[in-house]
C-alpha cells in the first residue's frame, strides 16, 4: 500500500522557470518529511526537509510547502537549472522513523 | 571522509540461487538501513540495523534478511531468488536511529535471469 504517492512520474520545464513537484500522503501519522534528489547511477541525495509543525522551509533555489489538511506538500524550483534535471522523491516518516517513499518524478530542465 | 559504499554494483543472478550484497557506512555512522528502487515503485523501505541489531522490517518475504557486523558493516542477504527481485538495492546510513540524515550508497543492480 503506497502511503507516499507522486502521481507525476515526469515534469519538463525551461530553463530559468519554475519547477514544482507534488506529493500526496494518506498516513496521518507522518510528522517528517524529506525531498531527495537521485541522478542515474547514483544513490539519492537528500536536499531538503520539513517537520510538520512547519507550514514551509525554503533553502536556497529550493522551498517545500506542506498543507497538513490536505495531507499535501510541494518543492518548488526557483529558477530551474539544468543541473536539477534528475529523479525527485518525496519521503516521511513518523514514530517508526522508517521512511516512505513516494514513485518519484523525472525533472526534465530544457534549455 | 568516505562515503557510503556498496559492494558489488552489479550483479546478475539466476532463478532460484541465493545472493548477498553488502555495505560499508560512512564512519561513525550506526545505523543501517537497506531500500529496494523498482521502476513506478519508489523506494521501498527493507530493514533498518543500529548496533547491530534490527530496529525496523518492511514489508518483505523472509527471503530477504540482513545483519550488520560489531564494525557497523551490513549485509543483505536474498534466498531464493524470483525474477521479481530485480531491482537496484540501496543502502543508507546514519548517525541515528530512523530516516533522519541518511546518506545513501550508489546501489547494487541487481539482475535475476
Known amino acids: 500500500d503506497q502511503q507516499v504517492k507522486q502521481n507525476s512520474p515526469s515534469l519538463s520545464v525551461q530553463e530559468g522557470r519554475i519547477s514544482i513537484l507534488n506529493c500526496d500522503y494518506t498516513?496521518?501519522?507522518?510528522?517528517?518529511f524529506l525531498w531527495y534528489k537521485k541522478y542515474p547511477a547514483e544513490g539519492p541525495t537528500f536536499l531538503i526537509s520539513i517537520s510538520s509543525i512547519k507550514d514551509k522551509n525554503e533553502d536556497g533555489r529550493f522551498t517545500v510547502f506542506l498543507n497538513k489538511s490536505a495531507k499535501h506538500l510541494s518543492l518548488h524550483i526557483v529558477p530551474s537549472q539544468p543541473g536539477d534535471s534528475a529523479v525527485y522523491f518525496c519521503?516521511?516518516?513518523?514514530?517508526?522513523?522508517?521512511?516512505?517513499f513516494g514513485a518519484g518524478t523525472t525533472v526534465t530542465v530544457r534549455a | 571522509k568516505a562515503g557510503v559504499t556498496q559492494t558489488p554494483r552489479y550483479l546478475i543472478k539466476t532463478r532460484g540461487q541465493q545472493v548477498t550484497l553488502s555495505c560499508s557506512p560512512i564512519?561513525?555512522?550506526?545505523?543501517v538501513s537497506w531500500y529496494q528502487q523498482t521502476p513506478g515503485q519508489g523506494l521501498q523501505f527493507l530493514f533498518e540495523y543500529f548496533s547491530e541489531t534490527q530496529r525496523n522490517k518492511g514489508n518483505f518475504p523472509g527471503r530477504f534478511s540482513g545483519r550488520q557486523f560489531s564494525n557497523s558493516r551490513s549485509e543483505m542477504n536474498v534466498s531464493t531468488l524470483e525474477l521479481g527481485d530485480s531491482a537496484l538495492y540501496l543502502c543508507?546510513?546514519?548517525?541515528?536511529?530512523?530516516?533522519?540524515?541518511?546518506?545513501f550508497g550508489s546501489g547494487t543492480r541487481l539482475t535475476v535471469v
Open positions: 498516513n496521518s501519522m507522518f510528522d517528517y
Open positions: 543508507a546510513s546514519s548517525s541515528q536511529t530512523g530516516g533522519y540524515g541518511y546518506t
Open positions: 519521503a516521511a516518516s513518523a514514530s517508526d522513523y522508517k521512511l516512505s
Open positions: 564512519s561513525g555512522h550506526r545505523s
